[in-house]
């Protein structure tokens, strides 16, 4: 089955104390990304990566790094986690089929930084 | 740039009566366009995408949406709406080529739908 896994799906943590939330992908993409959904703010796009060692900020990385060591795998880092980061996090893989893309979800990792 | 914009953060609908949840967006090339719905505690689910092969596009549980680039509008529809439909949705936009990966989402309504 096609499917984006993200872990853990809940997380609470201390300020300050560094945490990876893990994203791995089976479809063989090249093209991942991460969003953070905030409530009435959508989703807003963390970081990108269009394939192996290559990654890009999207429009709010402050806080964030990420790796990308290999295909399948794209964790996602907060060194330093801020109640600020507290959100709903959700990682994706993009396929191109035909004309356009379509976006593969994982189920989401809930982030509460105390 | 692009930029998607929803209008109507809730929207509430009886069981049976239509559902009509509004995006208009804006973008500097011809858009690739999508509707996802998120259900409560899951990730996001593609309903449908308008890719210019077909103004008036059909998705998954019954809704379609009419790209109409006179009024750059996307609006989703259904013509009656049951009880499972209730859940957030969100309209986004994405370019061609390259940019096809950059996807900007709007900020979402939540449908409710009552008995």
């Known amino acids: 089955e096609a499917q984006v896994t993200q872990n853990p799906r809940y997380l609470i943590t201390v300020t300050g104390k560094k945490l990876t939330v893990t994203c791995s992908q089976n479809m063989n993409h090249e093209y991942m990304s991460w969003y953070r959904q905030d409530p009435g703010l959508g989703l807003r796009q963390i970081y990108y990566s269009m394939n192996v060692e290559v990654t890009d900020k999207g429009d709010v990385p402050e806080g964030y790094k990420v790796s990308r060591k290999e295909k399948r795998n794209f964790p996602l880092i907060l060194e330093s986690p801020s109640p600020n980061q507290t959100s709903l996090y959700f990682c994706?893989?993009?396929?191109?089929?035909?004309?356009?893309?379509?976006?593969?979800f994982g189920q989401g990792t809930r982030l509460t930084v105390v | 740039a692009q930029s998607v914009t929803q209008l109507g953060s809730h929207v509430s609908v009886s069981e049976g009566a239509l559902v009509l949840l509004r995006c208009n967006y804006s973008?500097?090339?011809?858009?690739?366009l999508f509707w996802y719905v998120q259900y409560p505690n899951q990730g996001l689910q593609l309903l449908l995408k308008?890719?210019?092969?077909?103004?008036l596009v059909k998705g998954i549980n019954g809704f379609e949406a009419e790209f109409k680039k006179s009024e750059t509008s996307f609006h989703l529809t259904k013509p009656s709406a049951h009880m499972s439909d209730a859940a957030e949705y969100f309209c986004?936009?994405?370019?061609?080529?390259?940019?096809?990966?950059?996807?900007?989402f709007g900020k979402g309504t939540k449908l409710s739908v009552i008995p």
């Open positions: 973008s500097s090339v011809p858009p690739y």
């Open positions: 308008y890719t210019s092969a077909a103004t």
């Open positions: 986004a936009v994405s370019g061609s080529g390259a940019g096809s990966y950059q996807l900007t």
């Open positions: 994706a893989s993009f396929s191109r089929r035909g004309q356009g893309t379509e976006a593969f």
